[in-house]
């Protein structure tokens, strides 16, 4: 018992000092945008006038919330279509340049983001979607699809490859065997592409800067950033932690509640066979 304890140690002792790296930033934030600093609206005692300022910027933190959530709402639920039916196709169906076409998928991970914004805001622009909500969430889920669809193959191919054949005895079509058995096999998979989906969406800032022109319509983080240079180029430090805990706090509580899953859909490639 004490051997096994002691193995353990260095390990716990890792463990825990990358946890308090990590949250530690968070935890400042959130005492910050609560104790009392010079300049900002909470000047005397503890209390929430940093967030009544953020409440109050311009169209409102609600109107800010609403918006990130449209946006990282349509990201994943476009995400996780496309890349369900890229994934199926490309595990379990043989046609002509098959891997060819998933490399050249996988490729578009090596270009970087931002030096496809200006030609995407072009071609929004000609379909009607500039500056508009719809057009950032497909944006941000083209970003999303190629690693969305490698991790969505890798989990078809560690389903036995007798289920399916089981569903097409049994009469079920390609898509009706989608549907009913193997969705549900591959629920860690399709947690795990909807998470990064929804982080990458509701965090993301330069996308939105490009993109998104109308004030009304920006997202959290783009208002918040915005927030820093409203009066004169002076930054609101307060209102500015208040707002990195209300983007932090719906991320930090989801990937909580969704982390058993969201490990599991790692390793789903690794059990394979």
């Not at 790296?21 to 010079?38: D, G, K, N």
């Not at 918006?67 to 490309?90: D, I, K, P, Q, R």
């Not at 941000?140 to 969505?152: S, V």
Request: with cysteine.
């Amino acid at each position: 018992m004490s051997r096994t304890l002691m193995l353990r140690t260095p390990q716990h002792v890792l463990t825990g000092g990358l946890a308090i790296v990590f949250l530690f930033p968070l935890a400042w934030a959130a005492v910050a945008s609560v104790s009392p600093q010079p300049g900002t609206a909470q000047i005397s005692g503890w209390g929430l006038g940093n967030y009544q300022t953020l409440a109050n910027y311009q169209a409102g933190v609600v109107q800010y919330l609403i918006n990130s959530t449209v946006v990282s709402g349509l990201t994943v639920a476009v995400t996780l279509v496309v890349s369900v039916l890229g994934g199926y196709a490309f595990a379990l169906f043989r046609f002509p340049g098959r891997n060819l076409l998933f490399l050249i998928t996988l490729a578009i991970l090596m270009v970087p983001y931002a030096t496809l914004l200006i030609p995407l805001y072009v071609l929004l622009n000609e379909l009607g979607l500039q500056d508009s909500l719809i057009g950032l969430s497909l944006v941000l889920a083209m970003f999303q699809l190629p690693f969305a669809t490698f991790m969505m193959r890798i989990s078809f191919e560690a389903i036995p490859a007798e289920l399916r054949e089981a569903a097409l005895i049994d009469g079920c079509g390609s898509l009706r065997a989608l549907r009913h058995v193997l969705l549900p096999a591959v629920k860690p998979g399709l947690i795990t592409v909807g998470l990064f989906a929804f982080l990458a969406a509701w965090n993301d800032f330069i996308t939105p800067l490009v993109l998104i022109s109308d004030s009304d319509k920006a997202p959290l983080p783009l208002a918040v950033a915005n927030m820093r240079q409203q009066v004169m180029g002076i930054v609101d430090y307060g209102a500015t932690e208040a707002g990195v805990v209300v983007l932090a706090l719906p991320c930090v509580l989801l990937f909580l509640a969704l982390q058993r899953h969201y490990v599991r859909g790692f390793m789903s490639g690794a059990l394979k066979g």
